[in-house]
């Protein structure tokens, strides 16, 4: 597919059928994250596939919006360390792995962290690292929209953004 019609026409999935996500799609996910680019090649992040339910809960605890974790098929969290733009390049894998999953048919959320302590704590990571957003990813509950239904301005436009003319600005 197009990839501005695959970005253009990306929309987060915040309930899941309750449905297991294939092995294939779920290492494609994970590869797509490990290599986006990163600032100097460091590379400063690592991905946590949350699997016990115990753990599962209390991340879900954690974050705003704890639902999105709970019915996942999949959870990741993306830990950050060290020096430089760890935000920018946590976003960049984000992407990729939600641009991936899209690509198969599975829908996905970024998930704000409220409680950073309590979450550093029940994925077990050093103090000097961060988790930057807990991605879930699970099929659709809602069927899923065909991405080629609509023209690439079309799903612009229908998107609930700030106009164009507020965002860009030329000097």
């Known amino acids: 597919m ?3 019609l695959t970005v253009v026409s990306k ?3 915040r309930e899941y059928a309750p449905r297991e996500i294939e092995p294939d799609a779920e290492r494609r996910i994970l590869e797509a994250g490990r290599v986006a680019g990163s600032s100097k090649n460091r590379q ?3 991905f946590v596939i949350v699997r016990d339910e115990g753990v599962r809960e ?3 605890s954690c974050v705003y919006a704890g639902d999105h974790v709970r019915g996942a098929a999949l959870v990741v969290a993306i830990v950050v360390g060290g020096k430089g733009p760890t935000a920018f390049d946590a976003g960049r894998a984000a992407q990729n792995m939600m641009l991936a999953a899209s690509n198969d048919g599975i829908g996905s959320c970024p998930n704000g962290i409220a409680e950073a302590d309590r979450l550093r704590e029940a994925l077990e990571h050093a ?3 961060r988790v930057a957003t807990v991605l879930t990813f ?3 509950v809602r069927s899923r929209r065909d991405p080629q239904s609509l023209a690439p301005e079309e799903w612009v436009r229908r998107a609930d953004r700030r106009p164009y003319r507020e965002i860009v600005k030329e000097i």
């Open 127 to 129: 103090e000097e690292e």
């Open 58 to 60: 209390e991340v879900a």
């Open 2 to 4: 197009d990839a501005y």
């Open 138 to 140: 699970g099929y659709p």
């Open 11 to 13: 929309r987060e999935v």
């Open 44 to 46: 400063a992040r690592r």
